[in-house]
């Protein structure tokens, strides 16, 4: 059957399995987004490039499955390298189209040309210039086996007008159903080494001290049962990073919640004084282990991960195992329970008491508002976190809102939290959140933001009305750049240089309302709680909530950048703990 | 000239535009330094191999192997020692040479096995191919004399074969 190159790719995504797209046609892309009419694919139609890379991560966060975007030359490639930097820090798989000058002007300066597979090669697991209208089933097909096996991430095909473009003879192809893959180079790993498996059972059995270092492996492996199930076996607490909350239930007796520059003072201090962390999926970033130096000083470490240049990276390993996260937890329980499972752990009941004690002493804190007082951002968590469901999903852009987001939510359900985590990327949630509600319509989904992310891509709230993808924004308006201030506050003598914002320009319900969204402004407590119970009523349109905080508050605890996680600041309010 | 403890890593990728881009960009962005770094076509089309050296005290060993490993044009990775290997450079040099000089050049050309390519009247252009060691010595015999123009390739090298009876080392 003879196609073109465009008729070929809306075919290559459709056999793919992709439902819906994120994108904004343009010059070079156009000839494409012709047989996207007849093809069975949505796509939603976005206000800027960002936005679509962000809406295919939410979505692939989402469900699991890649999230896909469209995009045009030039600009249109340009705008989407933040979003694509983004999944490859945090490895979502994602599989981004963008369209190239003809073949024959590439290398000209043409109108909108720019070097995308240059640009990008840094910021992908991979990337494609289809230089053949022959190529382009196989390169599909490709791109999206390596978005999605191995250590997922994204990967960009870059496809010249000519090949898509019908009137070219150059887009004539003969269609066929691409089988398997010519990729000599690319060998994913998955399952553990026996060997490797076996150390590890063994040192877990005889620790004292152990914590489970639970990273964002596990959401990606799709292995939250399989940790659930390990957990309970040896009876170990486990700390979830920012990057895999609801990886492993909030409520649960051995969840210690998030560690790092803003974890609780249970979930770092365990990890300082553990004899053994069992790290799985997890990455030790800067933000969890502070001055490498001087983390977990006494802990002999497990550690796995299907990226093999993860292994002794950053901390040396004294059993690294190579493996997806699923098969390895399985088979480290096959192994444990070898050994006589519950019954061959070392007695522990100190740890846990050690902990416990932790737990009961340095709680997170925050000292509730006075009637008449701006609203805590605290507060305001809680009483979204108790007025929805408990599978809500959560997004959260960058800075302090998010950072209360994942501290006050409770998480049990995997999937249920989005955020930006090593890009660290302002303005992500209003868009992660269209595209986790595109592809989750039967869940509630509320973007947790802050007035300064909520600024850089507010204008995709008008893709999701005219979409007709309802989403629930809570803007935690404290009129600053609140990270940045706490710092200046904390570590630059309160000298606040080019942190406002003001609090009412713009008026946010008056954008929200002229984005087509219903808004309310809420700057008293008792208002809070029926506010949020009338958004939740709300599904034929967004609602963004503008709720008016305190400008002072500010994030505890806090371990300063570069400092080790012993010297943790707590809430002026507790004591700080004997050394 | 003192050579820097370096590693020698033979690569070899797939034959398609942009690789050696992707090889010299991943160097640049981890931070690992290249001292040399030859590359070409192998006896199978489909592949070329690049032949680097590696500033052993950039980044440990494993971690550049392994960041290699990540390309997806990047086929196989293995570790030529020293010991275990053969290396080979090629030298090509233009040198100042009067009439005085030029027989002494030219037995340093005799004594290094090299060849003269080309002879002016006040120049002569040499080549000249070896270990990089001796390479580096006659670089630096050649000093005195007055280096016009110099250009080196970059070593190659290949696994050195086992001795009479032993096995062959493979690739």
Redo the contacts between chains.
């Keep these: 059957m003879n196609l073109n190159g465009g008729q070929a790719l809306m075919r290559s995504l459709e056999r793919q399995g992709v439902e819906i797209v994120f994108g904004l046609p343009g010059g070079a892309i156009l000839p494409a987004y012709d047989p996207l009419i007849d093809s069975t694919i949505r796509h939603v139609l976005v206000r800027h490039e960002q936005g679509a890379g962000h809406m295919a991560q939410g979505y692939a966060q989402a469900t699991g499955r890649p999230g896909v975007a469209i995009v045009t030359s030039g600009p249109g490639a340009t705008n989407i390298v933040t979003p694509l930097c983004d999944a490859y820090m945090d490895s979502v798989p994602l599989v981004v189209i963008t369209g190239q000058v003809p073949y024959a002007a590439i290398g000209t300066d043409a109108f909108q040309e720019c070097d995308t597979t240059g640009i990008t090669m840094s910021v992908t697991k991979h990337n494609f210039l289809v230089s053949d209208a022959q190529e382009l089933p196989q390169v599909i097909h490709d791109a999206f086996h390596i978005a999605t096996t191995g250590r997922p991430g994204p990967v960009l095909v870059d496809i010249p007008k000519c090949i898509v473009d019908p009137r070219n003879p150059r887009s004539a192809l003969e269609w066929y159903e691409p089988d398997g893959h010519d990729l000599p180079g690319y060998r994913p790993r998955t399952e553990p080494d026996p060997a490797a498996v076996a150390a590890a059972a063994e040192l877990i059995c005889a620790a004292r001290r152990p914590v489970i270092y639970s990273g964002g492996g596990i959401l990606k492996s799709r292995a939250a049962d399989a940790l659930l199930r390990f957990a309970e076996l040896v009876q170990i607490p486990v700390v979830t990073t920012l990057m895999n909350r609801g990886g492993f239930p909030d409520d649960h007796p051995l969840c210690l919640g998030m560690p790092g520059m803003h974890g609780n003072y249970s979930a770092v201090t365990s990890m300082q004084r553990a004899d053994l962390l069992i790290t799985l999926g997890a990455r030790f970033d800067d933000r969890v282990t502070g001055k490498v130096g001087a983390f977990a000083p006494d802990a002999k470490i497990i550690h796995m991960d299907i990226d093999p240049a993860e292994l002794h990276k950053v901390r040396h390993a004294d059993v690294a195992i190579a493996a997806d996260c699923r098969a390895g937890i399985e088979a480290l329980i096959v192994a444990v329970d070898a050994r006589g499972g519950a019954e061959a752990q070392t007695d522990r009941r100190q740890w846990h008491e050690t902990i416990a004690d932790w737990q009961q002493r340095y709680p997170l804190v925050y000292e509730p508002s006075e009637p008449g007082e701006a609203l805590k951002p605290q507060f305001v968590l809680e009483q979204l976190r108790d007025a929805t469901p408990d599978d809500t999903v959560v997004c959260a852009g960058v800075g302090q809102h998010q950072m209360w987001a994942s501290q006050y939510w409770r998480f049990n359900h995997p999937y249920t939290w989005i955020n930006s985590g090593g890009l660290g990327t302002m303005g992500y949630a209003v868009p992660a959140a269209i595209g986790a509600k595109a592809g989750r319509p039967d869940r509630m989904v509320w973007a947790v933001d802050g007035d300064g992310c909520f600024q850089m891509t507010a204008q995709e709230l008008v893709t999701a009305n005219t979409e007709r993808i309802p989403i629930k924004v809570a803007i935690l308006n404290n009129a600053y750049l609140g990270m940045v201030r706490q710092w200046q506050e904390m570590f630059y003598d309160e000298r606040y240089s080019e942190v406002y914002l003001s609090p009412d320009l713009p008026d946010y319900k008056g954008w929200a309302e002229a984005m087509g969204c219903e808004a309310m402004r809420i700057e008293n407590p008792t208002e809070v709680r029926p506010a949020i119970e009338k958004a939740n009523e709300i599904d034929d349109r967004s609602v963004v909530i503008d709720f008016r905080i305190d400008t002072q508050e500010k994030v505890f605890p806090m371990v300063p950048a570069g400092a080790s996680n012993d010297d943790i600041v707590l809430d002026p309010s507790q004591q700080p703990p004997p050394r | 000239m003192v050579a820097k403890p370096h590693h020698t890593l033979v690569v070899l990728?797939?034959n398609k535009?942009?690789v050696l881009?992707?090889v010299a960009?991943?160097f640049a962005?981890r931070g690992f330094n290249i001292e040399s770094l030859a590359v070409a076509p192998t006896d199978d089309p489909r592949l070329s191999r690049i032949t680097l050296s590696v500033d052993a005290e950039s980044a440990?060993l494993?971690?550049v192997i392994?960041?290699l490993?990540?390309?997806?044009?990047?086929?196989?990775i293995r570790e030529l020692a020293q010991a275990e290997s053969v290396e080979r450079e090629l030298l090509v040099v233009t040198v100042g040479a009067t009439p005085e000089t030029r027989g002494q050049i030219m037995d340093l050309v005799r004594i290094f096995d090299g060849r003269v390519l080309n002879v002016g009247p006040d120049k002569l252009m040499v080549s000249m191919s070896g270990g990089p060691n001796r390479v580096d010595d006659f670089e630096s015999l050649l000093r005195p004399y007055g280096i016009v123009e110099l250009q080196r390739t970059g070593k190659v090298a290949l696994p050195r074969l086992a001795k009479a009876g032993g096995e062959v080392g493979e690739f």
Excluded: F, Y
């Design positions: 990728v797939e535009a942009g881009a992707r960009g991943l962005r440990p494993e971690q392994n960041q490993d990540k390309l997806i044009n990047v086929v196989s």
